[in-house]
């Protein structure tokens, strides 16, 4: 857990963003990927659509953590997903789900930015230490929604990041307070995983010309 990545005008910057693309996206908002259709509100395709995000792909600090796990990797998807109030709990899941890798032999990692406080009543994220060491929890768990004995809750202050092996079994928790809970996902993977956005077609050529040659190749977009 990284704290106070960013700053309040960064934070409000984010989220005036979300609040922007939600207004234009309407219904069709999160439709580019929809695999992962939990009900909460998500948005895909970033940094196409606005300039806020730039930073959130690639950060130094965030990089060095991911590089622990995968020593090459791009950035497979930047995406949004906004638990409203109601919203159900995820069920643990992993973003892999194939059979674990050997020991090392990760491919996926996730950053995810806090834009707002994750608190114990408004859907913060569960993991289960260890367990991307195992097999698929859709495989190896009863009852995914149901309270693993070994789960940590993660609460953090907004503008903190969780960098965490996405083998992991996570998933959001309800959220049963009375405003959103919103996150900035960042995912990588290893170069030779296809990428859920492929950014060599989803990025506009304007949008490419704003970054370097090193963030392209970060962004597979060639």
């Known amino acids: 857990m990284l704290e106070k990545m960013l700053s309040k005008v960064e934070i409000d910057a984010c989220k005036e963003s979300v609040r922007q693309l939600r207004e234009q996206e309407g219904a069709l908002a999160g439709s580019e990927y929809t695999e992962c259709n939990d009900g909460a509100f998500r948005l895909h395709n970033l940094l196409e659509k606005s300039l806020a995000f ?3 792909f690639q950060d130094a600090l965030v990089l060095a953590c991911v590089r622990h796990v995968l020593p090459h990797f791009k950035l497979s998807m930047l995406n949004i997903r906004c638990a409203f109030p109601g919203q159900k709990a995820q069920k643990l899941h992993a973003d892999w789900d194939d059979e674990p890798p050997r020991d090392g032999e990760f491919f996926v ?5 806090l834009l707002d406080d994750f608190t114990a009543v ?3 994220t569960r993991f289960v230490p260890g367990s991307h060491r195992l097999g698929c929890p859709r495989v190896e768990l009863r009852d995914r929604s149901a309270t693993h004995p070994d ?3 993660v609460t953090a202050q907004a503008g903190s990041v969780a960098v965490f ?3 992991i079994w996570h998933g959001g928790t309800e959220n ?3 405003a ?3 996150a900035v996902n960042a995912y990588y993977s290893r170069p030779e995983v296809p990428s859920v956005i492929d950014h060599r077609t989803a990025l506009s050529a304007g949008t490419k010309a704003r970054f370097t040659a090193e963030q392209i190749q970060l962004l597979a977009a060639v």
């Not at 990692?109 to 930015?113: E, G, I, L, S, Y």
């Open 180 to 182: 959103p809970r919103t």
């Open 122 to 124: 408004n859907g913060a």
């Open 109 to 113: 990692v996730n950053a995810m930015w």
């Open 151 to 153: 789960e940590v809750l």
């Open 176 to 178: 049963r307070s009375d």
């Open 165 to 167: 092996n996405s083998h």
């Open 54 to 56: 730039d930073r959130l």
